[in-house]
C-alpha cells in the first residue's frame, strides 16, 4: 500500500511487492519481516502469506493519484530487485515512475549484482534514487562497485544497520550516503568510531551525509529506547540531502 512515512529521509512508502527472503547479516533482524507477520494477524490487505513475496498488479497505479510532488521510498517491505521479481513487473513499476516525473523516487537494494544486468537495456528514469545497503565489508562494500555501473540522477548507500567498521570507502560517483544503527529488540550495538569513519570520508570525498539513528543502543554502548538514543552525532544532527549529479543516459 501507499502510505506515510516515518522514516527519516523519506515522505511515502509505494510498496508493489512485499516479502522477501534473507541474504546477508543485515538481513538478520529485518523490521519488514516483523511487521509483515504484524500486518498478516491484523488482517491487512496483502499480507495474507505474512512475509512471502508476492507481487501486487492493484498497487502499481498508486503514485498517480498523487498530484503533489512526492518523494517515494519504494518497496520499504521488499526488495524491488528480489530474484523472483520477473524483469516484466520491474518494467511496469518504472513505467509508472516515468509516467510520474513530478515524483522522486528512492530504490534500495541488497541484490545489487542485478542492478547492471537490469538497466544493461533499459535507462534509469531521472526522477530516482538508486541505492543499495552497505551493512558491513563482506556482503555491503561489494555491492558499490555494482550500484555505480548504473548511470543514476542520485547514486546512494544505506549504511544501516552499520555492523562493523567499513574501512576505506570508494566512494567515486556516489551522491549520498545514509547511516544509521539497528532497532529492535535484537539490534546489534553500531560504534561511535564506526560512524564517524564513515562520516569523515563522505565529508572529505564532498559527498552528502544523512544520520538517521542510533537505533536501540547509543554512542555510550549502553542500551536504550530508539528515541531515547536520538539522532545526534557528536552533539549534531547531520541531514543533507542530495542534489542531482547525473543526467541518465
Not at 535484537?186 to 552528502?208: C, F
Request: hydrophobic share 40%; proline share 5%.
Amino acid at each position: 500500500m501507499a502510505s506515510k512515512s516515518d522514516i527519516e529521509w523519506t515522505e511515502m512508502t509505494w510498496n508493489p511487492t512485499t516479502g522477501c527472503t534473507k541474504i546477508s547479516p543485515g538481513c538478520k533482524h529485518c523490521y519488514a519481516e516483523v511487521m509483515a507477520h504484524r500486518l498478516r494477524a491484523m488482517g491487512a490487505a496483502g499480507y495474507d502469506n505474512g512475509f512471502a513475496l508476492a507481487v501486487h498488479e492493484s498497487r502499481l497505479a498508486q503514485p498517480k493519484k498523487r498530484k503533489r510532488p512526492t518523494t517515494w521510498f519504494v518497496n520499504s517491505m521488499s526488495d524491488l530487485f528480489h530474484e523472483d521479481i520477473p524483469d516484466g513487473f520491474l518494467d511496469r513499476v518504472f513505467e509508472t515512475i516515468r509516467a510520474t516525473p513530478q515524483h522522486t523516487y528512492q530504490i534500495l537494494t541488497k541484490r545489487a549484482e542485478r542492478l547492471p544486468r537490469y538497466f544493461a537495456s533499459r535507462s534509469c528514469p531521472s526522477n530516482v534514487w538508486l541505492g543499495v545497503s552497505v551493512e558491513d565489508r563482506a556482503f555491503g562494500i561489494p555491492r558499490i562497485a555494482q550500484l555505480r555501473e548504473v548511470r543514476a540522477g542520485v547514486r546512494f548507500l544505506s549504511v544501516e544497520p552499520l555492523l562493523e567498521d567499513l574501512g576505506a570507502l570508494d566512494l567515486d560517483g556516489i551522491h549520498w550516503v545514509i547511516v544509521g544503527g539497528e532497532s529492535g529488540r535484537k539490534a546489534r550495538p553500531m560504534r561511535a568510531e564506526w560512524v564517524e569513519g564513515v562520516r569523515r570520508q563522505v565529508e572529505a570525498a564532498g559527498v552528502a551525509f544523512f544520520f538517521k539513528q542510533w537505533g536501540g543502543w547509543g554512542a555510550d554502548g549502553v542500551r536504550r529506547s530508539k528515541k531515547a538514543n536520538g539522532r545526534l552525532l557528536g552533539g549534531r544532527s547531520y541531514d543533507a540531502h542530495p542534489t542531482i549529479a547525473l543526467t541518465p543516459a
